[in-house]
């Protein structure tokens, strides 16, 4: 009995937090902020490293080649209120060999690293594009940065895109 009395307490106490906690009725409304926007950052239209390459299947039609400790760089504006942007990493990565550790720094500090993958074989496989996270940044109104620099690996990927998504913008169809 005593057993199942904790037992229930427990689950009481766990389910809520859970599933996130509900929304408490003091929260202020997000009608109320600007809604934030998709920030797209064509790789090919950064400053710093790299040259450009032309694909087909590439946002734009092209993509920054960057090689091992090469980095590329783009400065763009938020207007909307602070809100939690998801950055992600479009990029293609023929086969060659070993893989690349692409980090991110955003407005100079540290936001991500990560190895990246293969997009295909090592001629088709550099039109072919993949999109991996690269973590989550809280940005206020203004100007901001973003660097993503890549080393190691057999010297070769193309960043197509690097995407900022607001949290409200992936409930839009
Ligand atoms: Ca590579
Ligand atoms: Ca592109």
């Known amino acids: 009995m005593k057993r199942l009395l904790l037992w229930s307490s427990a689950l009481l ?5 859970a599933c996130g906690g509900q929304a408490s ?17 064509e790789g090919e239209a950064g ?9 087909s299947r590439a946002s734009g039609g092209r993509t920054i080649h960057l090689g091992p400790g090469e980095r ?53 496989g550099w039109n072919v594009f ?10 206020r109104s203004g100007s901001h940065t973003i660097v993503l620099e890549v080393s190691g690996g057999d010297g070769c990927v193309e960043i197509d895109l690097v995407t900022l998504t607001p949290p409200a913008a992936g409930l839009v169809p």
């Open 13 to 17: 106490w766990l389910v809520p937090t």
């Open 25 to 41: 009725p003091t929260q202020p409304s997000a009608a109320a902020a600007p809604s934030a926007s998709v920030v797209a950052l």
């Open 47 to 55: 400053t710093g490293d790299g040259r450009i390459v032309e694909r």
């Open 72 to 124: 590329r760089r783009w400065t763009f504006a938020v207007g909307a209120a602070a809100a939690h942007y998801a950055v992600s990493v479009t990029y293609s990565n023929g086969k060659e060999g070993e893989n690349e550790v692409i980090s991110m720094r955003v407005d100079g500090v540290s936001l991500s690293s990560f190895l990246n993958r293969d997009s295909g074989d090592s001629t088709e």
């Open 130 to 139: 993949v999109t991996d996270p690269a973590g989550t940044s809280a940005l």
